[in-house]
């Protein structure tokens, strides 16, 4: 099975994934994870991703597909895989495919989370990460149980770089220009699924994934 996980930055996407993850147990990629590990690496491909990183611009379409193919080629990804982050262009929708077809899978879902924006800026600036199992918190919505640690394995948490009020605006600029265009690609495919995660109704990232499990027991 190969779930899509759309969605501006802050809607979710990540734990949202780790609870499918859990509840699927099938692999989850996160492309964002991918490319914070090479950019804390001290080499020239390092520092070239850390640039676009820290600027809150996408990684180049070429070097992206080919490190998310290097990631789709390993073994625990046989049994099916949750993408977090990719595709976010046309360029790479279209790859994606392309890979897939080679061994005969497809997209089965892409599950697109929207939230109001001043619940994503909110979210972004008191989120953290656990610098060892990348875990994410909340400050305010989702605390670990003793402050600046993580409760599945003890790491330190910490503030990404680029979750800033401005690098954040600039995230969903780039995110509605390069990666909305994707809601119509994948819906014209009839595979699109919509879920509004937002404090309004209660439905956070928990719900969205019942809501997900709920329609690939019903669907697929
Ligand atoms: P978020 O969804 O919160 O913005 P991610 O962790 O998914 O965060 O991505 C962080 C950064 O990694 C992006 O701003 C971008 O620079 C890079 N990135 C992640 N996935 C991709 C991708 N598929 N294509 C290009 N760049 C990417
Ligand atoms: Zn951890």
Known sequence: MVIIMLGAPGTGKGTVSAILKEKLEIAHVSSGDIFRKYSSEDSELGREINSYLQQGK????????????ERLNEKD?????????????????VALDKMLSETGKKVDLV??????KQEILDRIVTRRICQDCKAVYNTKLNKPKVEGICDKCG??????DDDTI?????R??????????LEEYYNKKGNLFEIEVTEKTGTMAKEAAEKVISKINSEL
């Open 58 to 69: 996408l990684v180049p379409d070429e070097l992206t597909i080919k490190m998310i193919k």
């Open 77 to 93: 990804v046989e049994k099916g895989v949750i993408l977090d982050g990719f595709p976010r262009t046309e360029a790479q929708a």
């Open 111 to 116: 599950v697109d989370l929207d939230s109001p």
């Open 155 to 160: 790491g330190k948490l910490y503030q990404r």
């Open 166 to 170: 401005e690098k954040v605006e600039t």
């Open 172 to 181: 969903i600029e780039v995110y509605k220009k390069e990666t909305k265009p």
